[in-house]
C-alpha cells in the first residue's frame, strides 16, 4: 500500500545524509584478478561486505535516516545483478511490495507476510516508527544477504549476464525506482536513481570498458558516457520530465546495450536456453514492438501459429455456433470498432435473459498477462476459453455439443483437417481452443501515437499529452501500477506476473453517498489457493491502451467516464471516501489532481490508442448442413 505521511522536514536532509563520509570498510579486495567472472563475482562479494556492514551499523539505530539512506545506498550499487541473478529472493524477500502474497510452491494457504527494503520504507513514513520492527526486518535482509553471498559463488557471471542484467536494470530504474514504486513511504526515489546510476558508470569502466578497448570500440565508451551524464542532468532537475527521460536517455540507453552485446559477440539468453522468454532480449528496448513475446504468453509454439490458423480462429470467434442457441460468438462482447469491448455497462446473458455481472473488457493486448479474466480465474487462454464455453450465462454449451455441429460442415471439417493433418480426431476441443487461441494471439499493437513518440518515429505529440504522462509517472501515482509498456499490471522488468489491486471500488459513481462494490472478485474466483482475505473485491489491473474506445469502465461498467474513473482515483478509493475495505491496495490519501491536471493525463491515455482491427474485412461464415443454423448474420447482434 502506498503512504505519503512523511513529513516534510525528512526530505532536506536526504542529500546531506547521503553525501556524508562512508565508514571504512572491513574488506580486502583480490589484487590480482584472474577473468571477468572473478573479477565480476569478487565485485559482487565486496559490495555484499559494505551492505551487510552497513546493516549492522543501522541496526544500532533503526530509525535513523541516514542509516537507512547508507544501507540504501549499497542495495542499490547490488540490485543491478541481485535482482537478475537471484530475482525470485530478491522481489520477495530483500525488496518486496508491502503486500500479502501467497506462498509459491506450497498447495496450502500459507501466505508470505512482506519484508525487506519497501516495508521499513512504510514503517520509516509513520509518526512514531517501530524500532522492534525496522530491526526485525533489518535482521530479515541480513539473512537474504548472506544467502546471495552464496548464490553469487555458484553463479557464472558471464559477459551475457553482465549486459542484459544491466538492461533489465534500466528497466526497473524506469519502471519502479523512478514511479516511487520501490519508496512508498520516504522521498528516496531520486537519491536511489543517482546511486544506480553511478553504480552503473563504475561497473562499466571496471568491466565493460576494457573489452571494448580491447576490440577497437573505445568511441562506444564515449556514448555509454554521455547516457549516463544525460540520465544524472536529468533526475537533478528540480521538476523531472519524465518523458523526455525515457525517450531520450532510458530507451536509447537500452538500445546501446543491445547493440555492445551484439557487436561484441556476446550471446543472448534466448540463443543459449531453449526455455521460452516472456521478452525478447535482442529488442532494441521495452518499447520496441517485438519486445513482449507473444509465444509465451498464448503458449504456442512458433511453428503451430501459422495464418491458416489464425483463419480458422476467427472464423471460430465470429461465429454463434459455438454457442447453445446458434446466437452468440465472442464476437457479440468484442466489436472490432470497440478495440474488441462491446460498449455496454455489462454484457447480455445467454439467451438475452439479463446481464452479467461483469464488463467486457478490450482484448487488444489482452494475450500479454499470467492470468485471465478481471478474477485471475484462468490460468491461461486455453482455460478462458473454456470457461466461456461452460458457462450458463454465456455460451451455455460444452466441447462435445460444439464438436457435433462444427463437423456438420464440409467447410469446417475441411479447414481442420488442413489446419491440424496429423490429429487423427480435426475436431476437438483441443484444435477448436488451439484455433481460437491462435487469434488471440494476432490482437495485438504497440504502435500508437506515443510509442511512437517515445520510438522517435514521430516527432510530436500534444502539450496536454506530455504534461499527463508526466502527472502519470509523479503525482497521479499512476504509473505504479501501470507499468510501461503495457500499462497494466503485469510486471517488470521480467513481465511473469500479473497483479490485482484491491481499490474499493464503488457500488456505481457517487460522490455524495458511496457504497462498495459487493464483487468480492478474487476471492470468489474458485480457485483454491486465492481464497485469501487479502484477496478481497481484489481485481487484475487491464491495460489502459485503447481506453478511449472502452469505456464504461472499471469491472462491473459502473463508471461511464475517464473523467470518473480519475476523480475516484483522486479522492482515493473506497478509503478516501470513508468506506471500511480491508486490504485496500490504493493509498487512500487524496491525489489533489486539479480539473486541468485530470484532463491533462486524459490526454496522454488517449495517445495510447492505436486500433488496427476496426477496419478489420469481415469473411463469410461456413455453411451448414442444418439450414436454421444459416440464417445467421455475421457482425451482426446475435
Known sequence: ???????????????????????????????????????????????????????????????????????????????????????????????????????????????????????????????????????????????????????IKRSYL?????????????????????????????????????????????????????????????????????????????INQPSINYLSLLREGVLPLQKLIKDTQESLGIEFKNEVSDRVLSYNPKADHFFAEDFLNANYFSGMHPDEHHQEMVKLGKLLFNDPILSANNQRACASCHHTNKAFADGMTTSVKFGKDGFIKRNAPGLINAIFAEKYFYDLRAENLVAQIDHVVTNPHEFNTNFGAIEEKLNQSDEYKKRFQNTFPSHKKSISKYSVSKAINSYLHTLKSFNSPFDQYVRKEKQELPESAKRGFNLFMNKGQCATCHFAPLYSGLVPPFYTESESEVLGVWNQYDTLNPTLDEDLGRWNNKVVRDKMHFYKNSFKTLTIRNIKETAPYMHHGAFTSLEEVLDFYNRGGGQGVGLNVEHQTLAPDKLNLSPTEIKDLISFMNQLSDNPFINQTKETLPKFKNPEWNKRVYGGEY
Do not use: C
Request: proline share 5%; no cysteine; net charge neutral.
Open 1 to 151: 500500500m502506498k503512504t505519503w505521511l512523511l513529513s516534510i522536514f525528512i526530505f532536506p536532509f536526504v542529500l546531506f545524509f547521503t553525501h556524508e563520509k562512508e565508514p571504512s570498510y572491513p574488506i580486502a579486495t583480490n589484487a590480482k584478478k584472474q577473468n571477468f567472472h572473478s573479477q565480476l563475482s569478487q565485485f559482487t562479494q565486496d559490495e555484499i561486505t559494505k551492505l551487510s556492514f552497513a546493516l549492522k551499523e543501522w541496526k544500532k539505530h533503526p530509525t535513523d535516516f541516514k542509516k537507512y539512506q547508507l544501507a540504501r545506498k549499497h542495495l542499490k550499487r547490488l540490485e543491478t545483478l541481485w535482482a537478475f541473478v537471484d530475482a525470485e529472493q530478491y522481489n520477495a524477500k530483500v525488496n518486496a511490495a508491502p503486500l500479502l502474497k501467497p506462498e509459491k510452491g506450497v498447495v496450502d494457504f500459507a501466505f508470505l507476510y512482506p519484508q525487506g527494503f519497501q516495508v521499513i520504507d512504510e514503517i520509516l513514513a509513520e509518526e512514531n516508527p517501530s524500532e522492534i520492527a525496522i530491526k526485525k526486518q533489518i535482521s530479515l535482509i541480513e539473512k537474504e544477504t548472506k544467502n546471495f553471498s552464496i548464490t
Open 158 to 234: 558471464n559477459q551475457r549476464v553482465f549486459m542484459e542484467s544491466m538492461t533489465m536494470a534500466v528497466n526497473r530504474w524506469y519502471n519502479f525506482g523512478l514511479s516511487n514504486f520501490d519508496t512508498p513511504g520516504t522521498p528516496s526515489e531520486i537519491t536511489d536513481a543517482k546511486e544506480m546510476v553511478l553504480a552503473w558508470q563504475e561497473m562499466n569502466k571496471e568491466f565493460l570498458y576494457p573489452i571494448l578497448k580491447k576490440h577497437q570500440k573505445s568511441n562506444i565508451i564515449k556514448e555509454y558516457e554521455k547516457h549516463f551524464d544525460q540520465l544524472l542532468h536529468a
